[in-house]
């Protein structure tokens, strides 16, 4: 079972790290956007668009990195004053209850929406819009698995934490 957890984790914390500088560049192309619009007087549909696509790679393909590190919204008042063991079963609970289905059902549900997307070669409805709009909605079902795996490294995680308690 460690040996699972942490091949999952490694994955997690390889894609998390691998795609984190695309914050950074997020940031400066959004910079650029700015004062090109507002101090030069131009604009680029394509180069707007890229921020919108580092956007989604950022958040699809972070999703295990953030689960992984625990910084997903959560409500810890109470949960932070309990027992590793409750807390375990609560983390146990919401995983089977909540993230295994809703990852999932996101997964499953976006199946034909993106095999639809690719059969036509997708690209931005916009005029000067990028291309290649198809490969960002196939990171739904990336996202979705991605999260099911780090869910599923996190179950095996409380399930030992009740084993050894």
């Known amino acids: ?14 894609l998390g790290k691998s795609i984190a500088w695309l914050t950074l560049l997020m940031m400066l192309v959004t910079c650029i956007v700015v004062v090109a619009r507002y101090l030069l ?10 921020v919108m696509y ?10 295990g990195y953030t689960l992984k590190h625990q910084n997903h919204v959560r409500v810890d ?3 932070q004053r309990m027992s590793p063991r ?8 919401g995983t089977l209850i909540f993230l295994f ?15 639809l997307s690719w059969s036509f070669g997708e690209s931005s409805a ?16 990336t996202m979705a698995f991605l999260l099911f795996l780090q869910g599923f490294a996190d179950l095996l995680r409380n399930v030992s934490v009740l084993r050894t308690q």
Do not use: C, W
């Open 86 to 93: 409750v807390r375990a079963v609560i983390d146990i609970i």
């Open 77 to 79: 008042i109470i949960y």
């Open 1 to 14: 079972m460690p040996a699972v957890i942490r091949i999952l984790d490694n994955l997690a914390e390889l």
């Open 41 to 50: 007087n131009m604009g680029s549909i394509a180069i707007q668009e890229s």
């Open 54 to 63: 580092m956007h989604g790679v950022v958040f699809m393909l972070g999703i």
């Open 126 to 141: 916009q005029p000067g819009g990028l291309p290649g709009t198809y490969v960002i909605k196939a990171l739904i079902p």
């Open 101 to 115: 289905p809703v990852s999932s059902f996101i997964f499953f549900a976006s199946l034909d929406y993106v095999a």
